[in-house]
């Protein structure tokens, strides 16, 4: 990360003018603990730090948990249509964030009273998952995925499990087979638009997803089922066979990935912490612990963009433009000493901002579900292989390289082989 991105000087309207020092997101030096950069900006500039992401475009990070929970809880100040977005002149079509903020006719970018509507469908869609169901088909899943890896005495957890499990469980929530070359691509698909990695088209992954599950919906127009893409198209509010597509995007994006890097971040904790370790064999009481932690301390969405202010204002004592874009730092929010001066998160504190907060946090009951998937993928690996160990020192795991997602690279363990 450096100061003063080129020679030239920021683009125009950056916030970094006037000497603020606006760092690069892109190219870290700190990812594998961003904590430190978190620290950083917060020393050098307070709870909201100027920044700049992928091509020097400049934009507000807010790392206190204040400041972020008054920007969740103001849409009428800091909105979610990205058309607004002071910054568009100066943006590619082949901007890696694109599938982030690329305006789309998706719940992610309405407001007010659409907004209300398009959520509402949503959550009612994901209240007909009975959660007892859920657990239960979480459990099968996790069997069939452990049968798979538990005779050879050694695993890579976060592809072969934590990655594997709630993908299944998602698909099989929307209506969609769990197996398969389209469901494959499809999951593929999610994670390049999502975290893309060098040599990666984003854009194009963005659209193919786009294209897969507007054929899920023809599917379920034509013949509808118990599930989640059904719901949503059975809905009074008659939302269009576009407008689903957007919203399903949504629903499994949130749902798969993050629900994945939590799995494998907790499975890490129970791993290599001591006070989680004499434990981890039996465990369930501690299991819970753990998650709640993961949430606190590794949020598997570290930063999530964004908010766009909608006239001139106040924060955290930064003059923010119309039309400029707010990052939601949700990992350094969580982390923030005002919260948390001895650096203890408290076992049963659940207000954390990692489902975020206000008008657009994650729907009722997602979290729940999300809990479901992640507690029931945790409980059973350790039931079904109790004397799991890592594979390699815990300095040797290595995070993903990105700002936007918290998650290992992989988690490789052994254990005693068990005979089927």
């Known amino acids: 990360?450096?100061?003063?991105?080129?020679?030239?000087?920021?683009?125009?309207?950056?916030?970094?003018?006037?000497?603020?020092?606006?760092?690069?997101?892109?190219?870290?030096?700190?990812?594998?603990?961003?904590?430190?950069?978190?620290?950083?900006?917060?020393?050098?500039?307070?709870?909201?730090?100027?920044?700049?992401?992928?091509?020097?475009?400049?934009?507000?990070?807010?790392?206190?948990?204040?400041?972020?929970?008054?920007?969740?809880?103001?849409?009428?100040?800091?909105?979610?249509?990205?058309?607004?977005?002071?910054?568009?002149?100066?943006?590619?079509?082949?901007?890696?964030?694109?599938?982030?903020?690329?305006?789309?006719?998706?719940?992610?970018?309405?407001?007010?009273?659409?907004?209300?509507?398009?959520?509402?469908?949503?959550?009612?869609?994901?209240?007909?998952?009975?959660?007892?169901?859920?657990?239960?088909?979480?459990?099968?899943?996790?069997?069939?995925?452990?049968?798979?890896?538990?005779?050879?005495?050694?695993?890579?957890?976060?592809?072969?499990?934590?990655?594997?499990?709630?993908?299944?469980?998602?698909?099989?929530?929307?209506?969609?087979?769990?197996?398969?070359?389209?469901?494959?691509?499809?999951?593929?698909?999610?994670?390049?638009?999502?975290?893309?990695?060098?040599?990666?088209?984003?854009?194009?992954?963005?659209?193919?997803?786009?294209?897969?599950?507007?054929?899920l919906v023809k599917e379920k127009r034509e013949r509808p089922g118990p599930d989640i893409t059904s719901r949503m198209l059975l809905h009074p509010a008659g939302l269009t066979d576009e407008e689903i597509v957007q919203d399903l995007i949504s629903v499994i994006a949130a749902a798969q990935q993050p629900t994945a890097n939590w799995i494998c971040n907790t499975l890490r904790l129970l791993l290599t912490d001591e006070r989680f370790a004499i434990n981890v064999s039996g465990g369930r009481l501690s299991v819970g612990e753990a998650l709640n932690e993961v949430l606190w301390l590794d949020t598997p969405t570290q930063n999530f963009i964004g908010r766009w202010a909608v006239r001139d204002t106040q924060l955290g004592g930064r003059l923010i433009r119309a039309g400029d874009c707010v990052v939601l730092g949700i990992a350094a929010a969580n982390t923030d000493p005002q919260i948390w001066p001895e650096s203890h998160v408290g076992a049963e504190n659940s207000a954390h901002l990692s489902f975020s907060n206000g008008e657009h946090r994650c729907p009722y009951p997602a979290p729940l579900l999300a809990d479901v998937m992640a507690r029931t993928a945790v409980e059973t690996l350790l039931e079904r292989l109790p004397d799991l160990v890592l594979a390699v020192e815990p300095e040797e795991l290595t995070w993903r390289d990105s700002i936007w997602m918290r998650g290992l690279t992989a988690l490789p363990v052994r254990f005693t082989p068990v005979v089927q």
């Open 1 to 215: 990360m450096t100061e003063n991105p080129t020679p030239d000087g920021p683009p125009p309207g950056c916030p970094a003018h006037g000497g603020d020092g606006a760092l690069r997101l892109a190219g870290l030096e700190y990812q594998q603990t961003p904590s430190q950069l978190y620290r950083s900006l917060r020393r050098e500039h307070g709870a909201v730090a100027p920044v700049l992401l992928d091509g020097d475009i400049p934009a507000w990070l807010v790392l206190g948990y204040s400041e972020l929970s008054y920007v969740t809880n103001h849409d009428e100040l800091f909105a979610r249509d990205c058309r607004r977005w002071n910054q568009w002149p100066n943006i590619p079509p082949d901007w890696p964030l694109m599938p982030f903020v690329g305006y789309q006719p998706s719940v992610l970018f309405t407001e007010g009273e659409e907004h209300q509507r398009r959520a509402g469908v949503i959550t009612e869609a994901l209240e007909g998952v009975d959660q007892f169901e859920l657990a239960r088909q979480c459990r099968e899943i996790a069997d069939g995925l452990i049968a798979a890896f538990a005779g050879s005495g050694e695993a890579e957890l976060m592809s072969t499990y934590a990655h594997a499990l709630p993908m299944i469980a998602v698909v099989q929530m929307c209506g969609m087979p769990h197996s398969g070359t389209d469901t494959e691509r499809l999951v593929d698909d999610l994670r390049i638009s999502l975290d893309a990695a060098e040599g990666d088209d984003p854009v194009a992954a963005y659209a193919r997803v786009g294209e897969r599950i507007a054929q």
